[in-house]
């Protein structure tokens, strides 16, 4: 569709799109807490190095816009997203300590050259971060990237917000494309040297990866950002493997900012917000009855009116979980202020949001994923594989709890703006069900391993009690050798030795007897103490389980 079919006047002067690729992140050592950024410093040929600069500790490099940044979050967040200091005359085991976000940035990757559809002239598009985030404890890892340009049509935006965050094609067109992927993307270096490209075309290299590892392949140009962290299913050698967790559509935050936003349609609203790709501004992508609700379900329009004389900004936040996109007027000096304005708060404030409610996700997806294959490798018959089970059982309980504790929060802010878009967020991506759904189902697991281990414990007094029982009666029969009714104590002593294994050879053997069939003699014995039974149906208690085959259960 050409570019005249869409709205000529929303031009959009700055563009800004922000990918977060989650992904999980396999084990590589058997300990709970795995610090898999240490094996990505570790190895060789790394252009990952970790940023110690997002909150400055030089006073002289600590800015207004951190400043603002921090104090938008409650103090519990504060500590998540920024530790604490030191000098609070207090020890350094008092406070929380560092935060437990690990932050790497590479810095080779200077541009994105996008060619839309085969043929057409590309599109630069500037790199301003390349980031991945680690967090403590948790075996997932967020890749960021963040590009921007000047001066695109709002064909072209919404095509870049639809199609730019693709991992691997779903489909392919007649003429060989990716479906609903760019015909091409290629990351440039500083000298606009290509460093790789993507791969979408290449549909028999897809194919051929699922078959063989019934898992999805990434595109080329994904997989060259990750490096030296390789995809768990292929054949390159890598310590630091991972794989993927949710959709092969990217999470995604969009920023434009246009001449006249009170030109767009409702149509060119809808596209946007539920990053349906470009159409006709006068159309709607979806029918009207599904769309019926579109501004109060993705829409937050606490700074936006349709007629003027207001004194605030003319902006609309849109959110459906998937995106988070904000639209305003490039006139407006606090909406494209990058420093102290809302463009500032997009790149800072409102990336956290984002940031923590899809971390929020995807590390319950992993919680989910391990009670899974801890299910899956179960052998009930095999002792080894039920100790196993036990063990991965109780660890996922406790990066649960620990999970808990450190990670959820339930509120950001107390600033009504930024709360208001967490909680829409977070409606959207169904967090609250899906974690009371991993908690119910750790909880589950864990409770039956506790009530498992006390039938255990409770068969084993039961045993230790038949076999005291009967032990009672050897006791007394050893017991009368060392009392004065027999006087053996004049004996040679082959003669005491021979009678010392008399009565020590058959209280062993009814001691290994009472053990193997201390369920039957429990039985007997709550049968015997029964006062309503006569002796004949006590006995018979006894008979039935001596007469009991061998493969019938207890």
């Not at 570019?3 to 000529?8: E, L, R």
């Not at 999980?24 to 050592?29: I, T």
């Not at 899956?376 to 100790?387: A, F, N, P, T, Y």
């Not at 290994?512 to 004949?536: C, M, P």
């Amino acid at each position: 569709m050409s570019d005249t079919d869409n709205n000529s006047a929303a031009h959009v002067r700055h563009f800004r799109q922000i990918l977060l690729w989650p992904l999980q992140l396999m084990p590589f050592q058997t300990s709970q807490i795995q610090k898999h950024w240490e094996l990505l410093q570790l190895a060789p040929d790394n252009p990952w190095a970790e940023v110690d600069d997002e909150f400055p500790s030089d006073p002289a490099e600590f800015k207004e816009r951190h400043y603002a940044e921090f104090i938008t979050f409650l103090p519990y967040v504060q500590r998540f997203l920024y530790g604490e200091g030191s000098g609070r005359g207090a020890g350094d085991d008092a406070g929380y300590g560092e935060s437990p976000i690990k932050v790497f940035r590479r810095t080779d990757v200077a541009r994105a050259r996008v060619t839309f559809e085969a043929g057409e002239t590309p599109v630069l598009f500037e790199i301003a971060h390349i980031d991945l985030y680690f967090f403590l404890d948790l075996d997932i890892a967020i890749l960021v990237v963040e590009i921007h340009t000047h001066d695109l049509s709002l064909h072209r935006a919404q095509d870049a917000l639809a199609r730019f965050g693709r991992a691997y094609p779903p489909n392919w067109s007649a003429a060989g494309q990716g479906g609903h992927c760019l015909s091409k993307i290629e990351w440039l270096d500083h000298a606009g040297t290509v460093l790789a490209a993507s791969d979408y075309e290449n549909r028999e290299k897809f194919l051929r990866f699922a078959c063989e590892h019934r898992t999805p392949r990434m595109a080329a140009h994904w997989e060259y950002l990750l490096r030296p962290m390789v995809l768990h299913y292929s054949d390159r050698n890598g310590a630091l493997r991972y794989r993927q967790i949710e959709y092969h559509r990217m999470p995604l935050m969009g920023y434009l900012a246009l001449d006249d936003p009170r030109r767009l349609t409702r149509g060119d609203y809808v596209r946007l917000g539920l990053v349906a790709g470009p159409g006709a501004s006068g159309s709607l992508p979806y029918s009207e009855r599904y769309l019926q609700d579109f501004e109060t379900r993705y829409c937050y329009d606490r700074y936006r009116e349709d007629r003027e004389g207001h004194d605030w900004i003319d902006t609309r936040t849109m959110c459906c979980g998937h995106a988070f996109v904000i639209v305003g007027n490039h006139k407006d000096h606090f909406f494209t202020d990058a420093e102290n304005g809302l463009l500032s708060h997009f790149r800072h404030q409102y990336f956290l949001l984002f940031l923590i409610a899809h971390m929020h996700k995807v590390a319950l997806l992993m919680l989910s994923d391990r009670l899974v294959v801890a299910l899956s490798r179960l052998e009930i018959h095999d002792v080894e594989s039920v100790k196993r089970f036990k063990r991965e059982i109780r660890h996922t309980m406790e990066i649960f709890l620990r999970f808990t504790h450190r990670y959820w929060f339930h509120e950001l802010s107390n600033q009504m703006q930024l709360r208001d878009l967490y909680q829409m967020c977070v409606r959207h991506l169904d967090t609250p069900r899906l974690y009371n759904e991993v908690r119910q189902s750790v909880y589950d697991m864990h409770g039956y391993l506790e009530s498992d281990g006390i039938r255990r414990q409770a068969n084993t007094v039961v045993r230790l009690t038949v076999v005291t029982t009967f032990g009672m009666i050897g006791t007394i029969t050893t017991g009368i050798l060392g009392m004065n009714v027999f006087d053996e104590a004049g004996e040679p002593s082959w003669y005491r030795l021979l009678l010392f294994m008399l009565v020590f050879v058959p209280t062993t053997v009814l001691t290994l007897y009472t053990i193997e069939q201390s369920k039957s003699l429990a039985d007997f014995l709550e049968a015997l103490a029964n006062e309503r039974w006569g002796i004949g149906r006590k006995f018979k208690v006894l008979f039935r389980s001596w007469w009991r085959r061998p493969n019938q259960p207890s």
